[in-house]
């Protein structure tokens, strides 16, 4: 039984090219995450097989050369760029005599570091601890002898099963401590959607620069950093867009290829701000050379968090980073914007972002004169609760006489109320 460290520095990282898997991890990102873990990458050991080893991951061969690396350069630590199975890092850590991470424990460390606001700390604590609760026995191995039978009982099978009730106890109370918050936060939707806010959430692989831009369309001040999953906490802010129209603009967490399940899960309400905005602002690095495959990568997350069909606008930041980067605002053959390129840094594009939403947000309004008679008590009510009359005049016969500016959209369902039939007409004809 090894002594493990309260916290790995010196890690040695594991990266495998497996052929037969199509979705393969990238080296250089697993040496970005390390180092926003807060580890020092001191060796790197690669190798190529068909398929991984049911014991080891990486074979006997392989596992003897890392632990060659760890002991030449004093590593407290081996992180795995790969999901490991709880067998396969109980075997690892027994051979290595060092603690063993996979890509999946580092990407939850990350979290539990940056986490701030209460129910960041929640969402990741009951992230962890699903994580943790396939792997506990690791944490007995000085005990595994005792596994019962004749003259084998002992407390270390005892203290397994209290630590697994005690893990269940506290994995149910967070569920019902972040449902509270997610019912907090659906009421809070509800309001922006009767105040007819729209919310537009920024989306986007990690360190595309969500936050930087967020920062420079609110003049909040998110913390933002050149490091993976700088940003945890979801944050709102109302940005008043061209025009006067306000919107909830959220910055939300980055995305990252095989996002664990466990955080999948339990940022479901985090995750609830995307699937139900009316825009998603894609960040994209524009001096990323990988940056299709990250794309592809958000479009993947996207559509296991169910956001897949919420229309998009891509957003090229970083465009300073370019030789030639100029900002620029493409748009479709019906002039929809498309596109826009921009720096957030130094905020060269930026007003080109706000005028793609607005224009995204512009509905065709109409605007007419109407004489209401005195019957048309219900749409005069109709009218004023949708903030369509922009001013009125009685008449001595006691009718209304209204200057009405109505969207395409609140006229078509006036018009399906038959009551309203006769007068609406002339509403649209004069529009």
């Not at 790197?44 to 991951?57: E, H, I, N, Q, Y």
């Not at 149910?172 to 537009?200: F, I, M, S, Y």
């Not at 048309?376 to 001595?396: N, S």
Request: glycine share 6%; hydrophobic share 40%; proline share 4%.
């Amino acid at each position: 039984m090894f002594d493990r460290p309260k916290s790995g520095e010196r890690a040695v990282l594991v990266h495998l090219e497996l052929p037969q898997e199509g979705d393969q991890e990238d080296l250089q990102e697993i040496e970005e995450l390390a180092v926003s873990a807060g580890a020092i990458p001191v060796a790197v050991v690669t190798g190529t097989r068909k398929s991984p080893d049911a014991k080891l991951f990486i074979g006997s061969g392989k596992a003897e050369e890392v632990r060659a690396a760890i002991l030449e350069h004093e590593a407290e630590l081996v992180l795995f760029n790969h999901a490991l199975s709880p067998a396969q890092e109980r075997n690892l850590e027994r051979l290595l005599q060092c603690r063993v991470l996979d890509r999946t424990g580092l990407i939850l460390d990350i979290f539990a570091q940056r986490a701030r606001s209460h129910e960041g700390k929640l969402q990741v604590e009951l992230a962890q601890l699903r994580h943790l609760s396939t792997r506990l026995v690791r944490g007995w191995t000085h005990l595994e002898r005792q596994k019962g039978g004749i003259g084998l009982r002992g407390p270390g099978e005892t203290q397994l099963e209290t630590d697994r009730r005690l893990l269940a106890d506290r994995i149910r109370l967070l569920e019902r401590r972040l449902e509270k918050v997610n019912r907090q936060r659906e009421q809070g939707r509800r309001a922006r959607k009767r105040a007819e806010l729209p919310t537009v959430s920024l989306v986007g692989y990690t360190n595309a620069g969500k936050s930087t831009l967020f920062n420079r369309l609110t003049t909040a001040q998110v913390y933002a950093a050149d490091q993976l999953f700088a940003t945890l906490d979801p944050t709102l802010r109302r940005v008043e867009l061209p025009g006067g129209k306000g919107i909830v603009l959220a910055d939300t967490v980055g995305f990252i290829r095989h996002l664990p399940h466990d955080l999948v899960a339990a940022f479901r309400s985090t995750l609830q701000e995307t699937r139900d905005a009316d825009l998603l602002l894609h960040v994209i690095d524009a001096h990323d050379p990988e940056r299709q495959a990250k794309i592809e990568q958000v479009r993947v997350v996207l559509a296991e968090i169910g956001a897949n069909e919420v229309p998009q606008l891509e957003v090229y930041n970083k465009i300073d980073l370019l030789e030639q980067g100029q900002p620029q605002l493409e748009r479709s053959s019906d002039g929809q914007p498309l596109r826009v390129h921009l720096s957030a840094v130094s905020g060269a594009g930026v007003e080109l972002l706000l005028q793609a939403v607005a224009d995204f947000f512009r509905e065709v309004m109409v605007q007419s004169r109407l004489c209401l008679p005195p019957s048309a008590g219900r749409l005069r009510a109709a009218l004023y609760a949708i903030q369509a009359v922009r001013r009125e005049q009685v008449e001595d016969s006691g009718a209304w006489l209204l200057d009405v500016e109505i969207k395409a959209h609140d006229l078509a369902q006036l018009r399906k109320q038959q009551d309203f039939a006769p007068l609406l007409p002339a509403l649209q004809a004069e529009g």
